[in-house]
């Protein structure tokens, strides 16, 4: 069992590109999330899905969009991506969204924006 | 908002008791969780407090009060492979995690 894959790993982008970041999880959860995480500011929550079909706006949502298609996949889009969405983005994931649902993590994608 | 406190830095000696505080100030409560995080990798979970009081785990402790909105998680008997980033985080009304900026405890030998 894989438990989280995120890809790519590392990228290099030119500003005003567009990107996805891909999440993938076969633990069959229900939730998953996307975070940014920045020195000094921790993790920060981008967006969300409770269940596949419904998508839900975190922290910081401006700049990213996120689809649900199906249990397994949730990526991430930069319709246009500037150099203050360089960071590091997680992947996670929950058996549900409720109180005593431990959120485990991906192994994340390094993004640098120029 | 959320504001979730803990310190930048701790350094400690092998074998040692360390102790990593965490306040909060959040719309609700809904539970408490640590997650270790080693540098370049994933969060992982530690522990989640929803009760006052201490949940013992092997060599790893946490304990909370939701009245003064105070957790600590306490590692025992450090070892070398404990050097990492310690990270708080809150679970509000909307069943969202809230994260502080985290703890990074140094151990030496």
Redesign the interface.
Known sequence: IAGITQAPTSQILAAGRRMTLRCTQDMRHNAMYWYRQDLGLGLRLIHYSNTAGTTGKGEVPDGYSVSRANTDDFPLTLASAVPSQTSVYFCASSEGAGATDTQYFGPGTRLTVL | GQN?DQPTEMTATEGAIVQINCTYQTSGF??L?W?QQHAG?????LS?N?LDGLEEKGRFSSFLSRSKGYSYLLLKELQMKDSASY?C?V?SND????????TTVTVRA
């Open positions: 979730i809904n539970g969780f997650y990798e994933a969060p992982t979970f989640y929803v990270l985080a679970l069943y969202k995690l809230s994260f502080g900026a985290g």
